[in-house]
């Protein structure tokens, strides 16, 4: 017998934006950053959905809304049949910016949906991560968006997900330099090769490996560390303003990537001057460039999602 959801429910849901890759770690490294969503969260006969801030002109408001699509199959999978869903979300994490927007709202969905089962049905942290990564298809995004900080992220051989979180240097910070124009992920993984040499790879595992050094204990190494052999590089056509703007910062002597499938660029720094001069070189840059750019110093996310009940 198909169980019920009491109606009546209210909760806030607030994901954070996530940065996946930070340069060689290719689909398996990701960083929460305090840039949230916030999605007012309520159980109802019927739904309805409000939407501010970024999609606001473009994304559906009805059962078709992401959010609620996936909350309804959240509960299905649990057993209880659907309810309504009265969202009102407010978007601030850019969608198409490699920010991880559709992470955040996967997890917020099923972070959402997990909260609104009785409590002996909940399924937990876990459970929401795995259904989250599945729906992805890769777990770099979501893993930070789940648990926060720092994420070493990976898909096991029977097809589940395993993700552990690695301590972060207290110096660490990240400037954002977002554009005004977008780019969809599956054009960016279309650009990438189907083979690569195995001293590319042997490469880029080094390149790896010192970045979890230099972002759990010595920042000064972030500059080697965000050396990628693996995907900037072919993507560079697909967003050739990012790419011009990360060479600028790199000759810099400044650690800046590829905000996972981009065209957003990250730099990792660890002094107030290291973000004053990564301000200063995107404001040089966007004077001349034919794309605007706006800079943005979020902290870093200790915490994943949160979910507060009403």
């Given at each position: 017998?198909?169980?019920?959801?009491?109606?009546?429910?209210?909760?806030?849901?607030?994901?954070?934006?996530?940065?996946?890759?930070?340069?060689?770690?290719?689909?398996?490294?990701?960083?929460?950053?305090?840039?949230?969503?916030?999605?007012?969260?309520?159980?109802?006969?019927?739904?309805?959905?409000?939407?501010?801030?970024?999609?606001?002109?473009?994304?559906?408001?009805?059962?078709?809304?992401?959010?609620?699509?996936?909350?309804?199959?959240?509960?299905?999978?649990?057993?209880?049949?659907?309810?309504?869903?009265?969202?009102?979300?407010?978007?601030?994490?850019?969608?198409?910016?490699?920010?991880?927007?559709?992470?955040?709202?996967?997890?917020?969905?099923?972070?959402?949906?997990?909260?609104?089962?009785?409590a002996?049905?909940?399924?937990?942290?876990?459970?929401?991560?795995?259904?989250?990564?599945?729906?992805?298809?890769?777990?770099?995004?979501?893993?930070?968006?789940?648990?926060?900080?720092?994420s070493?992220?990976?898909?096991?051989?029977?097809?589940s997900?395993?993700?552990?979180?690695?301590?972060?240097?207290p110096?660490?910070?990240a400037?954002?330099?977002?554009?005004?124009?977008?780019?969809?992920?599956?054009?960016?993984r279309?650009?990438?090769?189907?083979?690569?040499?195995?001293?590319?790879?042997?490469?880029?595992?080094?390149?790896?490996?010192?970045?979890?050094?230099?972002?759990?204990?010595?920042?000064?190494?972030?500059?080697?560390?965000?050396?990628?052999?693996?995907?900037?590089?072919?993507?560079a056509?697909?967003?050739?303003?990012?790419?011009?703007?990360?060479?600028?910062?790199?000759?810099?002597?400044?650690?800046?990537?590829?905000?996972?499938?981009g065209?957003?660029?990250?730099?990792?720094?660890?002094?107030?001057?290291?973000?004053?001069?990564?301000?200063a070189?995107?404001?040089?840059?966007?004077?001349?460039?034919?794309?605007?750019?706006?800079a943005?110093v979020?902290?870093?996310?200790?915490?994943?999602?949160?979910?507060?009940?009403?």
């Open positions: 017998m198909t169980q019920q959801i009491a109606l009546g429910q209210k909760l806030i849901v607030s994901p954070p934006a996530t940065s996946a890759n930070l340069g060689p770690g290719f689909d398996s490294l990701g960083l929460a950053l305090e840039y949230r969503d916030r999605l007012e969260v309520g159980t109802a006969r019927s739904s309805s959905v409000e939407i501010f801030g970024d999609g606001a002109d473009e994304l559906p408001r009805d059962e078709s809304h992401l959010i609620i699509k996936e909350m309804h199959r959240y509960w299905k999978d649990a057993g209880f049949a659907p309810v309504g869903v009265d969202l009102v979300a407010h978007n601030r994490i850019p969608h198409a910016r490699g920010m991880g927007s559709s992470a955040a709202a996967i997890v917020a969905a099923y972070a959402a949906a997990d909260a609104l089962l009785p002996e049905a909940r399924r937990g942290t876990e459970s929401i991560f795995q259904a989250a990564a599945a729906w992805e298809g890769h777990p770099d995004n979501v893993a930070p968006a789940v648990f926060g900080g720092l070493i992220s990976a898909t096991n051989p029977d097809g997900f395993s993700s552990v979180q690695v301590p972060l240097h110096d660490l910070r400037v954002l330099a977002i554009p005004s124009n977008g780019l969809s992920t599956e054009v960016a279309g650009a990438l090769p189907s083979h690569i040499e195995h001293a590319v790879a042997a490469a880029n595992s080094a390149s790896a490996a010192l970045l979890i050094h230099a972002l759990s204990n010595d920042p000064s190494q972030l500059l080697g560390g965000t050396k990628d052999y693996l995907h900037q590089d072919y993507r056509a697909a967003m050739p303003q990012s790419a011009a703007l990360i060479a600028k910062l790199r000759d810099a002597g400044l650690a800046a990537v590829v905000s996972g499938a065209p957003t660029v990250m730099t990792l720094v660890s002094s107030e001057d290291q973000v004053a001069a990564v301000q070189v995107i404001n040089e840059f966007s004077a001349s460039s034919s794309v605007s750019w706006r943005e979020p902290k870093l996310a200790s915490n994943g999602v949160t979910v507060e009940v009403l």
